[in-house]
Every structure is written in structure tokens, then in C-alpha cells.
């Protein structure tokens, strides 16, 4: 089982959980479903091809009346290149629907799926959501393997990464200090969706088994 990590400080509650629970998202496929002014998309899988072409085509193919897309992430992490593709993506969109992302309960968003998840206007968490942070590495187009480039490549790497989607986001900054130097001494951390909002890290914006509030006036 995965050691529980514990950060100090600001961030003391979050506590990494659940052994191999990346394993469990197999599927890469997006599902998309229509319900009044509310379109949902449901990626699960990797943050890989064709993700960006999928979501791309379910907005065009919208109905004129939608006027909120919820993007529903259950996903290990993946490729950078894909990840910033679709964050692009939802910040284009942006101007035309509101775009909310949501892991729900049981879900995980690890890897370079916090930065996909951090492209909704609004953050949405299950309670029991896992989220997993940790460093970026390489992989082998062919065999799909992760490998090291060696430690000043590896180093340059992390920090590009990190500095683009972590450092320069509107994350608290005393989080992304103590996460930067638990990430270089534990190699990742988890946290569920319930201790992110608590901590006020600024991740999350709300808690709660459903996306979409209803208000007496229409969706919100």
C-alpha cells in the first residue's frame, strides 16, 4: 500500500490514500449527455489523444440552448502536450459557456489532470475525490514506458511544468511552496477532495455530489 504522506503548515489535513487506484481508469473515451441548458462530458482514461479532438467536436455539435458545460474528470494524468490543448480548449469555450470541471466521488485526477481540472471557471469536488500531485517525467513514444533523461534534463523538466500550470496558477502560494518541497522529498501526494477545499488551498471552489447548482432562477 502507498505510504500515507502528510503536508505540515497551511496544508496539514491532506493525507495521501488508497493503493493503486490509478490502475482502475482503463476506458479513454468521452461520453456526452444533454439535459436542458446543462451539457455534461465525461472523459475517463488518460489525458492522451484524441481527448482535445472530442471535446472540441462535442461543443460544436451543442444545441444553440446550452448555456453550461460540465467537464467530468476520472483520469490518471497524461500527456502535457494533450493536457494544455484542452485547457486551451475550455478557456476558449469559456466565452460562450460557463465551463465547469468536476471529479466526483471515487475519481481520481492525478498528474496532469489538476491542471485540466484547474481550466473550469468553476471547481467542483466530490467529497472522496483523489487528487495526486507529483513530478513530471518522460515517456517512450514507443514503448510507453516512463524513463529518467538524466538529472539536470529531469530537473529542467519539473520545473517548467511546474512554474506553467502550479507556480503561475491562482493556487494559494503557501500551499505551492510546501507542495514543491514534499513533491522533491516524497515523489507525490493525494489528497481528497474534501481536505483540498478545506485547507483553502484554492484548488476547489465547492464540495458536493452534484456539479450543478440549482437555483430558483435557472442553473448556476
Request: overall charge negative; some cysteine; aromatic content about 6%.
Amino acid at each position: 500500500m502507498r505510504r500515507s504522506q502528510m503536508l505540515g503548515g497551511l496544508t496539514a489535513g491532506l493525507v495521501a490514500l488508497v493503493s493503486g487506484c490509478s490502475g482502475s481508469v482503463t476506458s479513454d473515451a468521452l461520453t456526452v449527455e444533454v439535459e436542458g441548458k446543462i451539457a455534461t462530458f465525461t472523459w475517463t482514461g488518460e489525458i492522451t489523444s484524441p481527448m482535445k479532438a472530442a471535446i472540441q467536436s462535442a461543443f460544436r455539435n451543442l444545441d444553440p440552448e446550452v448555456e453550461q458545460v460540465v467537464l467530468v474528470l476520472n483520469s490518471p494524468g497524461g500527456s502535457v502536450a494533450e493536457g494544455d490543448d484542452v485547457i486551451r480548449l475550455l478557456k476558449r469555450q469559456a466565452n460562450a459557456y460557463t465551463v465547469v470541471t468536476y471529479v466526483p466521488d471515487e475519481a481520481i485526477c492525478a498528474s496532469m489532470c489538476v491542471p485540466v481540472f484547474m481550466g473550469g471557471e468553476e471547481r467542483v469536488s466530490g467529497p472522496h475525490a483523489r487528487f495526486m500531485f507529483h513530478h513530471a517525467y518522460s515517456v517512450d513514444r514507443v514503448s510507453g514506458q516512463s524513463f529518467s533523461t538524466g538529472t539536470a534534463v529531469d530537473a529542467a523538466l519539473n520545473a517548467s511544468v511546474f512554474h506553467k500550470y502550479i507556480r503561475r496558477s491562482d493556487l494559494n502560494p503557501d500551499f505551492v511552496a510546501e507542495l514543491e518541497s514534499t513533491i522533491a522529498r516524497d515523489g507525490e501526494v493525494w489528497a481528497t477532495g474534501r481536505d483540498l477545499h478545506r485547507a483553502r488551498v484554492g484548488l476547489i471552489d465547492r464540495v458536493s455530489s452534484e456539479p450543478v447548482r440549482s437555483t430558483p432562477h435557472g442553473i448556476k
